[in-house]
């Protein structure tokens, strides 16, 4: 669509990738941090423009950078 509208299957896709991301054993714990990864997707990715095989892997890697949890 690429208009800021998903489609059902496009936010399908993206609750997928999001639920695997944020249940990586690097993702923070904190509430405030996976509602700002949300965001971060739906912001980044308007309706139509997410392609999973090719977004991903660079989706994983902003999660890692800034929400991944700090060593001690």
Known sequence: ???GIFAP???ST???VYDDIISQPWFSRDP???KAFARYLLDAYPGGTYRPDLDRPLLAS???EHYGQRDS
């Open 1 to 3: 669509m690429g208009n």
């Open 9 to 11: 299957d496009e936010l």
């Open 14 to 16: 993206m609750k997928d």
């Open 32 to 34: 405030e941090a996976r």
């Open 62 to 64: 902003i999660a890692r």
